[in-house]
């Protein structure tokens, strides 16, 4: 009996192929000649990896300097920052929860971070002022009553209160996201509530879970 390798693409005897049970022929698709080849280049390339991890523990002041250098060429830091760009899309979860982390670690600083970025930048402050006042009035319904708009006034005022009472800022948060990714909510009584600040910030525009 005779089988071609899908790897070489020879025609090999049956003994040239390794046995599998779960194929329908009962052997592998590749030859063994080519599957030792394949797992000696996994060897090699693994031990590659971890020699050059180790190099990288040993100097890691070494790699930063050559990576700055390497970084003053154009095209070099256009290719790094679209590496970077995409990883970060495929980590966003991760991203998140590192910026959270990062910004909880000291939030002192981060406040004086945030604090500085917008003196430095206040005309970014103010045009996302804007497009907030925009979002909020695009998501205000003309039927609501004279009592809703008081019972969303009382909302604002008793994120005050707690505030105050508590020590740590509150804020009121839309629960379903005005500005969200897919759904968009509604700036209507039912769909505000008084949440630390803390808790809001790190929900961004997205629905909470327990929603
Ligand atoms: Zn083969």
Same mark, same amino acid.
């Given at each position: 009996?005779?089988?071609?390798?899908?790897?070489?693409?020879?025609?090999?005897?049956?003994?040239?192929?390794?046995?599998?049970?779960?194929?329908?022929?009962?052997?592998?698709?590749?030859?063994?000649?080519?599957?030792?080849?394949?797992?000696?280049?996994?060897?090699?390339?693994?031990?590659?990896?971890?020699?050059?991890?180790?190099?990288?523990?040993?100097?890691?002041?070494?790699?930063?300097?050559?990576?700055?250098?390497?970084?003053?060429?154009?095209?070099?830091?256009?290719?790094?920052?679209?590496?970077?760009?995409?990883?970060?899309?495929?980590?966003?979860?991760?991203?998140?929860?590192?910026? /959270?982390?990062?910004?909880?670690?000291?939030?002192?600083?981060?406040?004086?971070?945030?604090? /500085?970025?917008?003196?430095?930048?206040?005309?970014?402050?103010?045009?996302?002022?804007?497009?907030?006042?925009?979002?909020?009035?695009?998501?205000?319904?003309?039927?609501?009553?004279?009592?809703?708009?008081?019972?969303?006034?009382?909302?604002?005022?008793?994120?005050?209160?707690?505030?105050?009472?508590?020590?740590?800022?509150?804020?009121?948060?839309?629960?379903?996201?005005?500005?969200?990714?897919?759904?968009?909510?509604?700036?209507?009584?039912?769909?505000?509530?008084?949440?630390?600040?803390?808790?809001?910030?790190?929900?961004?525009?997205?629905?909470?879970?327990?929603?």
């Amino acid at each position: 009996m005779m089988k071609i390798c899908t790897h070489c693409r020879q025609e090999k005897d049956l003994a040239q192929f390794s046995k599998r049970a779960a194929s329908a022929d009962g052997y592998m698709a590749q030859c063994k000649e080519c599957r030792s080849r394949y797992g000696k280049e996994k060897d090699q390339l693994a031990k590659k990896r971890q020699q050059a991890r180790a190099a990288y523990a040993a100097n890691p002041e070494k790699y930063a300097r050559e990576q700055k250098l390497r970084l003053l060429n154009p095209a070099a830091k256009k290719k790094h920052n679209q590496y970077n760009r995409e990883w970060r899309k495929r980590n966003a979860e991760k991203e998140r929860a590192r910026h /959270r982390e990062n910004y909880w670690s000291d939030a002192e600083a981060s406040k004086n971070r945030v604090k /500085r970025y917008q003196s430095e930048n206040s005309h970014i402050v103010r045009q996302n002022e804007s497009r907030r006042r925009a979002a909020v009035g695009r998501s205000t319904p003309a039927w609501l009553t004279r009592d809703d708009k008081t019972f969303m006034q009382i909302t604002y005022a008793m994120a005050k209160i707690m505030s105050k009472m508590h020590g740590v800022k509150y804020h009121v948060d839309h629960i379903y996201p005005i500005k969200g990714k897919t759904s968009c909510g509604l700036h209507v009584p039912l769909n505000l509530r008084v949440i630390p600040a803390r808790q809001n910030i790190s929900k961004g525009n997205r629905t909470h879970p327990y929603v």
